[in-house]
């Protein structure tokens, strides 16, 4: 009898994981709305909260590249916002 116990115990606690795991990466799925921005919206949303943004000829875009993977661990912006800002700039 106690075996059996174990065993729903075992199974209700791995259900209860994979729900709390389901939800979790549900929720770090950017928004749609957020996923629909263009990289001059993001570059004048993530960059200007912090500092005065340089101009886009600033840089090289090579100099951009380094600059972006700079700045996206710094602002916490994931690598596709990260990618359509550089884009942005390099225009």
Known sequence: ???????????????MFLVLMITVMHSCKPSQLVAAKTGAQLWAENCQRC???????????????????????RALITEDERKKIVDFLKQ
Not at 1 to 15: A, C, G, N, R
């Open 51 to 73: 500092h005065n943004t340089p101009s886009p000829s600033t840089f090289s875009p090579e100099q951009w590249e380094t600059v972006g993977l700079h700045m996206q661990t």
């Open 1 to 15: 009898m106690k075996i059996l116990s174990l065993k729903k115990i075992s199974s209700i606690i791995i259900l």
